[in-house]
């Protein structure tokens, strides 16, 4: 699948799952519930929304293992090496970052961060929402550092707007490990399938045998248009008022 469809699927995935998951015990606050060592029982609008951003961007973490991929593109040469080193040790393109390793891996890591570095955590929120938003397509068409310009802005905005609202990130972990799960299984919904249980190599075909082949017009006019949708009317059934 394409970027911008994985994010949106990220998105779509996270306003679905997240009030259910905002109720589990296990998950640590990093700041206001230390004592707790719960997250609260519901989300509040901002957390909300930033986790739809956080698992838009997060959904596009498995493709670092492709050079061409629009999340290896990103931030230059910083991403592109990144991304070159991560297919050379990872087999390829959709080989171990296309599996449930990865995407319980880097969920676990990113609650690591959320509960025990504030900043590792913080940096890693801003870059998750950079990558959702370069996903979509928010830019100038046409004029490269302009895009990448008016995407800092905005990245740096939306971040300053949620710690102005004392956003928690207790869900931080779950928010990037689905996001990478979704990313899995969207592209075992394409022809090519993923080594979902990698190391082993067997690849996943959802419809079995039936995939859908990346960047045709089904998945560009007709799919994107509905997670849109989807993505609009999930924020507005979370946030509308009882």
Known sequence: ??????????????LAVA???AALPYLQESSRFVEVGIMAGALTPAELIAG?????GAAMLPDLDHPS???????????WALSKAVAWIGGGHRGAT????????VGMGAHFLATRYPLGRDILVVLMIGLALRAIGIGIPGRRLGSALVNIGLTVGLYAVFRSLEVGYA??????????????VGDCCTERGCPVLWPLRQRWVLPY???LKTGRAFEQKILAP??????????YLRLAPM
């Open 98 to 105: 296309h599996s449930l390793v990865f995407a319980v891996a």
């Open 226 to 235: 509905i997670l849109s949708l989807a993505v609009v009317g999930l924020l």
């Open 171 to 184: 869900w931080l972990g779950l928010a990037i490990g689905v996001g990478s799960l979704v990313h899995v």
């Open 52 to 56: 739809a951003l956080v698992c838009a």
């Open 19 to 21: 009030p259910g998951l």
């Open 1 to 14: 699948m394409m970027g911008h469809t994985h994010a949106l699927t990220g998105a779509v995935a996270w």
């Open 209 to 211: 045998k039936i995939g």
């Open 69 to 79: 991929a629009t999340i290896a593109q990103t931030f230059g040469p910083v991403t």
